[in-house]
């Protein structure tokens, strides 16, 4: 038998007030996969993130984890299953210094390797020459590799990473995709919406496109990558 997907969404129907933003969305992650969440801005990406974390329930469709119904489940309780969320915008506490801000999300691992804090400095060398600064003075390509550590100290099986490289330099985005592909070495899943698909298909098992809340393209990103046309369509590449 084969084993349940890390993270399922089944025929999601998500609004906000009367508008409908979400149509019947399937979309699952499985255990250690990458998976590269694709379409131009305003297409509900987010709200299907939010929908997997409980920010914002479905009003029909389920969600499920390890095959466990949490279906409008509190926040709190999604993130104890392991599932981490980088936001679009980063979220980081302007009161809070960089230490701190990994401190506090600490969460242990047993049985396993964990990631403590001496294993995310090591990952973002940056960060440990910052430690006693305030998060809110990190430029911002150094606030995505907190929030990222931030995300590790809770040892997640899954990581949700919304706009990975919104904003960033060429050089500090290509950073960010470096420790991307270190993380699924490591065997976390992910899934990462951003705007860059040559990048994305270079990292991701498989690319799922979204169009006005409907899935309109799904597959391995080798295979996406020809179908050249298509992807002009949807995403102007």
């Avoid at 330099?169 to 992910?190: D, H, M, V």
Wanted: with cysteine.
């Amino acid at each position: 038998m084969n084993a349940a997907p890390l993270i399922e969404a089944r025929g999601l129907q998500v609004f906000y007030g009367e508008s409908h933003i979400l149509h019947g969305v399937d979309f699952k992650v499985g255990a250690g996969e990458t998976v590269g969440l694709l379409g131009r801005n305003g297409m509900g990406k987010t709200t299907l993130l939010r929908s997997l974390l409980g920010l914002t329930p479905p009003r029909q469709g389920h969600v499920r984890i390890r095959g466990n119904d949490m279906t409008g489940a509190k926040p709190h309780l999604v993130a104890r299953q392991g599932i981490a969320f980088v936001p679009e915008g980063r979220g980081i506490f302007p009161n809070l210094s960089v230490k701190e801000h990994l401190l506090l999300a600490a969460r242990p691992a047993p049985g396993r390797t964990a990631w403590d804090l001496k294993r995310v400095l090591e990952t973002f060398p940056r960060l440990k020459h910052r430690l006693d600064l305030s998060g809110s003075l990190l430029s911002g390509g150094e606030q995505q590799m907190l929030t990222i550590g931030r995300a590790l100290m809770t040892n997640p099986d899954l990581i949700i990473l919304d706009e990975a490289t919104e904003g960033l330099s060429p050089l500090l985005a290509k950073e960010i995709w470096f420790i991307l592909r270190t993380l699924r070495q490591s065997g976390i899943a992910c899934v990462v919406v951003d705007k860059n698909f040559a990048a994305m298909s270079a990292l991701a098992d498989r690319c799922v496109v979204l169009v006005k809340g409907r899935v309109v393209l799904e597959g391995g990103a080798a295979g996406l990558k020809k179908k050249r046309a298509t992807l002009h369509r949807y995403l102007g590449v």
